[in-house]
């Protein structure tokens, strides 16, 4: 069993900067990938981020130049750097993993999100 426990959201004003963190922990063999998502209430989750094991990145258009992504591998743990924040946002967060319990066994997991809210 996996389990992702993000943290680091909360409300900033608009032009302001927080940090988010996932951590990975339970029966990890290997880690394929970690990212972001979010949604927005009334909207489609949506990729914000993500981030391979071997450094390969993606962002969405909307959070380019603002958003960074990073991982420490050793603490099997995500980040998301968030700068110029704006009220389009505001959303609930959350970490995606996609993780080899096993040599041969992977699968797709979600953290169960954090809110970040985004001040006019």
């Known amino acids: 069993q996996v389990s992702l426990v993000e943290s680091g959201g909360g409300l900033v004003q608009a032009g302001g900067s927080l940090r988010l963190s996932c951590a990975a922990s339970?029966?990890?063999?290997?880690?394929?990938?970690m990212g972001w998502y979010r949604q927005a209430p009334g909207k489609q989750r949506e990729l914000v981020a993500t981030?391979?094991?071997?450094?390969?990145?993606n962002y969405a258009d909307s959070v380019k130049g603002r958003f960074t992504i990073s991982r420490d591998n050793a603490k099997n743990t995500v980040y998301l750097q968030m700068n110029n924040l704006n009220p389009e946002d505001t959303a609930i967060y959350y970490c995606?993993?996609?993780?080899?319990?096993?040599?041969?066994?992977?699968?797709?997991?979600w953290g169960q999100g954090t809110q970040l809210t985004v001040s006019s």
């Open positions: 981030k391979t094991n071997g450094g390969n990145t």
């Open positions: 995606n993993g996609y993780i080899y319990t096993t040599p041969h066994q992977w699968d797709e997991y």
């Open positions: 339970g029966s990890i063999f290997s880690i394929i990938s």
